[in-house]
């Protein structure tokens, strides 16, 4: 168990809707992560989160979007959904800004999209 | 060009057999860190090994060992004396900074099974 939680496990939904995934860093980690993880594409650096603010973009749709609350945990954003949207969606938290740490990821949630 | 290779998608062997996962990464940095994940059947991704690019020392955790040779770019993984438990997909990641602010870059993973 890595101490990163992440709510829900499923979610099974129809195109053109949003969701939003949510997830905790462990204790006393700064920095959250989002990936997507599909078999199109792999496992793909979304965003990440340092202290409540943007850190650092790879490659996110404009249709997703993410924030880090006061309490450090995160939610992502997705909405218009497309089938292609399908994947295993992974957050992962560190200590510090910098992604040169070693991550510690959730078990993921998996959207299918219908 | 792929930053990241796993030309390995899968690996079947017996227990006990030694297996070696390759990973060749693409960098023009000279700061890097190579990364090594495990995701398990139950599929999250653990954390397995970080090395930087001025650290080419070969290391040894238990049955695990890794390979880091820059002249070859490639940062490459053996299990010894495999087990069952060791199932699962192993990925090889590159951190590149500072351009790349050390966004990791995830190999495609190569799938190991572990026949009893």
């Known amino acids: 168990d890595s101490g990163v939680t992440q709510t829900p496990k499923h979610l099974i939904t129809a195109t053109g809707q949003r969701v939003t995934l949510r997830c905790s860093p462990r204790?006393?980690?700064?920095?959250v992560y989002w990936y997507q993880q599909s078999l199109d594409q792999g496992l793909q650096f979304l965003i990440q989160?340092?202290?409540?603010?943007?850190?650092a973009k790879g490659n996110i749709l404009e249709r997703f979007s993410a924030q880090q609350f006061p309490d450090l945990h995160s939610e992502l954003n997705l909405s218009s959904l497309e089938l292609g949207d399908s994947a295993l969606y992974f957050c992962?938290?560190?200590?510090?800004?910098?992604?040169?740490?070693?991550?510690?990821f959730g078990p993921g949630t998996r959207l299918t999209v219908t | 060009a792929q930053k990241v290779t796993q030309a390995q998608t899968e690996i079947s062997v017996v227990e006990k057999e030694d297996v070696t996962l390759d990973c060749v990464y693409e960098?023009?940095?000279?700061?890097?860190?190579l990364f090594w994940y495990k995701q398990p059947p139950s599929g999250e991704l653990v954390f397995l090994i970080r090395?930087?690019?001025?650290?080419?020392q070969n290391e040894i955790s238990g049955r695990y060992s890794w390979n880091f040779q820059k002249s070859t770019s490639s940062f490459n993984f053996t299990i010894t004396a495999s087990q069952v438990v060791d199932s699962a997909v192993y990925f090889c990641?590159?951190?590149?900074?500072?351009?790349?602010?050390?966004?990791?870059?995830f190999g495609r993973g190569t799938s190991l099974i572990v026949h009893p």
């Open positions: 992962a938290s560190s200590p510090r800004q910098g992604m040169r740490d070693e991550q510690y």
């Open positions: 204790s006393g980690d700064l920095s």
């Open positions: 989160y340092y202290n409540g603010e943007e850190r």
């Open positions: 960098t023009r940095d000279t700061t890097y860190y």
């Open positions: 090395r930087n690019s001025f650290d080419e």
């Open positions: 990641a590159l951190s590149e900074g500072p351009g790349g602010s050390y966004i990791p870059t």
